[in-house]
């Protein structure tokens, strides 16, 4: 079946590129001997390959079609699990001013993480990564929340963990202007360091993979900080995907 897959996608190309010559050529260069040439020499090259002349057969276009619908159907179950959407705690409500909102759930967040941090002894830093510059208008609050409801996620399950310290959170450019990726997938990051023994560093990495909503985690490097190994430095990013089921899966690319 890969093979016939393999041989369909390959007819599928050189068809386009095919039909994309012809009209270049007809409509532009017709005349200009040149170039019905170079389309002569494509087209011989295509049939060298044995694809220009060539078709899906039954079995393997219906081997297609069934793959393509096992796809569609795990796509259905998947992208609810992992799709991201901002809780109403880290939402700005109609009526409410977007800059006066954002200070509110900051200053929540801070009394929540930072406070709470210090009370048993381990440090959080005290802005949570957020911008020396507060955001203003809806979207770029709403941009900031989402990256803020991520610390959250984060700082929960390190402190959870009996993680000794975050010591630095940050947001990524691409993420202050929108989330990276386009198309189908978007990941919207948020980067972390922080301190701790090798369990509580990996209670942290499963609270936050195992937690809902899910956050991906990416990027993590791990280094000891002693000889024994007893404690550790993690660095890591951690997103949440949004979906477009709308968008076509290779529109685009991961950004």
Same mark, same amino acid.
């Given at each position: @079946? ?19 010559? &012809? ?7 017709? =005349? ?8 002569a020499s494509i ?9 220009a002349d060539s078709?899906?057969? *039954? +079995? ?6 069934? %793959? ?18 901002? /809780? ?5 409500? *109609? ?25 048993? &002894?381990?440090?959080? *830093?005290?802005?949570?990564? @957020? /911008? ?20 959250? %996620? ?17 947001? /990524? ?7 990276? &990726? ?11 360091? %922080?301190?701790?023994? *090798?369990?509580?560093?990996? =209670? @942290? ?7 809902? /909503?899910? %956050? ?9 900080? =002693? ?6 430095? +993690? ?17 685009? &690319?991961?950004?």
């Open positions: @079946m890969d093979r016939e897959l393999r041989r369909l996608l390959i007819v599928a190309v050189a068809l386009l590129v095919v039909l994309f010559t &012809g009209r270049a050529v007809i409509s532009a260069f017709w =005349d200009d001997a040149e170039a019905v040439r170079q389309a087209r011989r090259q295509l049939r060298s390959g044995g694809e078709k899906p057969t *039954p +079995a393997a276009a219906s081997a297609a079609n069934a %793959l393509r619908n096992d796809l569609t159907e795990s796509l259905a179950v998947l992208a609810p699990a992992i799709a991201y959407e901002r /809780p109403e705690d880290f939402d700005v409500p *109609p009526g409410v001013s977007p800059d006066l909102r954002y200070i509110e759930v900051v200053r929540r967040e801070q009394e929540l993480l930072v406070k709470s941090a210090a009370f048993v &002894g381990r440090s959080v *830093p005290s802005n949570l990564g @957020m /911008p020396d510059l507060n955001p203003t208008g809806l979207e770029d609050v709403l941009r900031t929340l989402q990256s803020l409801h991520i610390v959250h %996620l984060v700082v929960s399950s390190a402190l959870a963990a009996g993680v000794d310290a975050v010591d630095e959170i940050r947001i /990524p450019a691409a993420a202050r202007r929108q989330a990276s &990726g386009s198309g189908f997938l978007r990941a919207h990051e948020v980067e972390f360091e %922080l301190r701790g023994t *090798p369990a509580a560093v990996r =209670d @942290m990495l499963a609270g936050i993979a195992e937690g809902t /909503p899910y %956050l991906a985690v990416d990027d993590l490097r791990i280094e000891a900080l =002693d000889e024994e190994g007893g404690k550790l430095r +993690a660095r890591f990013s951690a997103a949440a995907i949004t979906l477009d089921l709308e968008q076509d899966v290779l529109d685009g &690319g991961q950004g």
